[in-house]
């Protein structure tokens, strides 16, 4: 009998037994690939955050450097060795203010601060050339600021697993770099406009209080924007210091409304160290963002009962009205406010503003340092006792700030261009021809006193565009714009 074509596997026969420890081998891949896919996701991202804090670090650093610049009133100067008290290395105060902004705890890599933060300057859109500004030709032309922060030895968590086969995968670089950029259009060509916001509606001549001596006695030449005593107070306009008054008498008995009217051709007086200068009111036609105080109780300006408009444009941010910078006769100024010494708006507004909880200085706002005048170049500010920032960001009194309420901008009109008299009443065009950038020291909201309605300021920088500007704009909350440009 012939033996069967297909046999059939006996009782006792062990299936697939060259199969066995399958399910072992591909569980332990599987394993390995769930890892791989972790490290790629997990690291990774860990990685792509890193990365984004590094970048928000750098940013940062590069703007609080160039609000610095801005501040210092480098700009408005033409010395080199100017430049350099601002600038010049890692030991100044641009480019501590950097590195002390890239370290903060609010921009820390992975939850450490930098390692390394590195500062240089640069002029204009060209690569960065050195850590001191001052050896930077035509720095305070178009001033550049480039921030690069490095975070070492990133940890990773699931990628270790690479170390059994050989490198070091215990932890990682990180780094980014930003560049910022302060533009002051001052002279430039072609004439460029500002538009700046926050601006406070006192419109002052150009008319410098410090240099009376034609033909050098204005802000900014007329027609170019170019700043006609450009440096260091005495020499320059930079660090002047001199106080605001409103140029309006009254008209009106008791029961009567008042209005401001021009007393005298807007002009800039004072001798020696007494130096002042008149404004006319800006005119306001919509209600202004609030600027909170760190307790209005403390503030008297701040629960006055006669804010309008007019008031809160000085008390808070004024963002809807434009100025105008080097369009002829855009602006108007409001012969209808009141800032005169009987009702004080703009010095009530003013401590309202600073947080000065008295006339004078030394009541709880920001100061320059020294405490009193004359202030010092570069420009240093510090925290007051009543401001925001000690209430809300864990600042101590006394701890040096790069910004303020107390800075604001004012528009320079020309005083040529307008005819004023003693009879000038209602509102009236002016053109603007660049900003003052003042720092407020104290505001005086008390009566019958010589210093009644008197605002003390200190010039940090002046910007002019020119009365024949053509292009767009530049807008930005400080006639002398910061912002963040494309890395080199």
């Known amino acids: 009998m012939l033996s069967p074509l297909i046999r059939r596997p006996g009782r006792n026969a062990q299936p697939c037994s060259g199969e066995r420890g399958v399910t072992m081998a ?32 750098a940013d940062a650093a590069a703007l609080t450097a160039a609000q610095m610049i801005s501040i210092s009133g480098l700009t408005g100067t033409i010395s080199s060795a100017t430049w350099g008290q601002t600038c010049s290395g890692a030991g100044s105060p641009a480019s501590l203010a950097a590195i002390s902004m890239a370290q903060a705890q609010q921009n820390w890599i992975g939850g450490v601060a930098a390692s390394t933060v590195n ?26 600021v480039t921030v690069s922060v490095k975070r070492t030895n990133l940890p990773v ?17 990180i780094s980014a770099t930003a560049t910022a950029e302060a533009y002051n259009p001052s002279g430039a060509i072609p004439l460029v406009p500002l ?37 260091v107070s005495t020499a320059g306009v930079i660090g002047e210091t001199f106080s605001l008054f409103p140029d309006c008498g009254g008209s009106g008995g008791r029961g009567r409304p008042r ?75 409001d012969l209808t406010e009141d800032p005169g010494p009987r009702r004080n708006d703009s010095a009530n507004a003013a401590q309202c503003l600073i947080n000065a909880s008295a006339s004078g200085l030394a009541n709880g706002q920001d100061v320059l340092v020294p405490g ?89 920088n002046v910007a002019g565009c020119g009365n024949a500007a053509t292009n767009a704009p530049v807008f930005g909350t400080s006639p002398v714009p910061i912002r963040l440009i494309t890395p080199p």
């Open 26 to 57: 591909l569980v332990a891949l599987s394993m390995a690939i769930v890892i791989c896919m972790a490290a790629l996701s997990i690291d990774i991202g860990t990685f792509y955050q890193a990365k984004a804090d590094a970048q928000r670090a």
């Open 119 to 144: 500062v240089l300057y640069g002029e204009g859109t060209s690569a960065p050339a050195s850590a001191d500004c001052s050896t930077v030709t035509n720095f305070d032309v178009n001033p550049t």
């Open 157 to 173: 968590f699931f990628a270790r697993i690479f170390s059994l086969f050989g490198g070091n995968y215990a932890g990682s670089t």
């Open 195 to 231: 538009n700046p916001r926050c601006v406070k509606p006192w419109f002052v001549p150009n008319l410098d209080p410090e240099h009376t001596t034609a033909p050098n006695n204005t802000f900014v030449a007329p027609t170019t924007g170019q700043i006609i005593n450009a440096g």
């Open 259 to 333: 209005a401001c009217t021009v007393t005298e051709n807007p002009q800039a007086n004072g001798t020696g160290g007494a130096h002042t200068l008149d404004y006319l009111p800006g005119e306001v036609l919509s209600a202004s963002v609030a600027i909170a105080a760190n307790s209005s109780a403390k503030i008297p300006g701040c629960a006055n009962a006669t804010f309008n408009d007019y008031s809160e444009a000085v008390a808070g941010c004024d963002q809807s009205t434009t100025y105008y910078c080097g369009n002829a006769m855009m602006n108007k100024v």
């Open 372 to 460: 009193a005048p004359p202030y010092t170049y570069p420009f240093q500010i510090q925290a007051g006792g009543n401001s925001a920032l000690v209430a809300s960001a864990g600042l101590n009194s006394g701890n040096q700030i790069t910004n303020s309420p107390s800075i604001v901008s004012l528009p320079i009109y020309d005083n040529t261009a307008t005819a004023f008299s003693s009879a000038s009443t209602g509102t009236i065009s002016v053109t603007v021809l660049g900003f003052l950038q003042v720092f407020i020291n104290s505001a005086d909201n008390s009566t019958g006193n010589p210093t009644s309605g008197a605002i003390n300021v200190t010039v940090l």
